[in-house]
């Protein structure tokens, strides 16, 4: 199976960086995926890497090593709304598109 | 406007009893999956359907069946409920886009709003 560890929590401040780790252990990786979910609401999709480099989308990036086994999501200019848990997940080759999602890390941003 | 819909959003009923969470919608995606979420364990895929009449298992299917008869209704049925199977559940659809580069057949899911279940 599929072995995804991302932080349980993290506090950043209003108009920082921060940067949300996900390392995983799978074999025939063949996705990485970054979903954000607010309290009470459905996750909606952020970023989607399967080759090694940064992907940038406005205020959030989000960057894979594949020999590493590790993905970061950057997010700036970090406002209230941004409080959420971000959710990573990996597809695997040979599991059709079945997705294994870690469980998540709550981003709670400050004044 | 483009959605998936459940169905219903809320259900308390008792173990044993029977019950169907439908999904369904209208972006004409080929792709439709099963997810449930419990805290400290995260989203679980339960079933997933890469197009009508084609389904198959996620990671915890155990007590619960799918049926992809038309492409856009993809119901989640208990036959016989029992606590553990108390959750969140959400379905989301993709539409295919590959083989994409590395491998896949889709990127973006869409995710429904969600149905909170408790089975006592």
């Known amino acids: 199976g599929q072995n995804i560890d991302q932080p349980t929590e993290m506090t950043a401040t209003e108009g920082a960086i921060v940067q949300i780790n996900c390392t995983y252990q799978?074999?025939?990786?063949?996705?990485l995926f970054w979903y954000q979910q607010h309290a009470g609401e459905a996750p909606t999709f952020l970023s989607y890497?399967?080759?090694?480099g940064l992907e940038e989308k406005g205020r959030f990036s989000s960057f894979l090593s594949r020999s590493k086994g590790y993905s970061y999501l950057l997010l700036k200019e970090l406002q209230m709304k941004d409080s959420a848990s971000y959710l990573c997940?990996?597809?695997?080759?040979?599991?059709?598109?079945?997705?294994?999602f870690g469980t998540g890390t709550q981003l709670k941003v400050e004044l | 406007e483009a959605q998936v819909t459940q169905n219903p959003r809320y259900l308390i009923t008792v173990t044993g009893k029977k019950l169907t969470v439908t999904c369904s919608q209208n972006?004409?995606?080929?792709?439709m999956s099963w997810y449930r979420q419990d805290p400290g364990l995260g989203l679980r895929q339960i079933y997933y359907?890469?197009?009508?009449?084609?389904?198959d298992k996620g990671d915890v299917p155990e007590g619960y069946k799918v049926s992809r008869k038309e492409k856009r209704n993809f119901p989640l049925i208990l036959e016989s409920p029992s606590p553990n199977q108390t959750s969140l559940y959400f379905c989301?659809?993709?539409?295919?886009?590959?083989?994409?580069?590395?491998?896949?057949?889709?990127?973006?899911?869409?995710f429904g709003p969600g149905t909170r279940l408790t089975v006592l």
């Open positions: 989301a659809s993709s539409s295919s886009q590959g083989p994409l580069a590395g491998g896949g057949y889709f990127i973006e899911q869409f």
């Open positions: 799978t074999s025939g990786f063949n996705g």
């Open positions: 890497n399967v080759l090694d």
């Open positions: 997940a990996v597809r695997v080759t040979g599991g059709g598109n079945k997705l294994t």
């Open positions: 972006m004409n995606h080929e792709y």
């Open positions: 359907s890469m197009n009508v009449e084609v389904t």
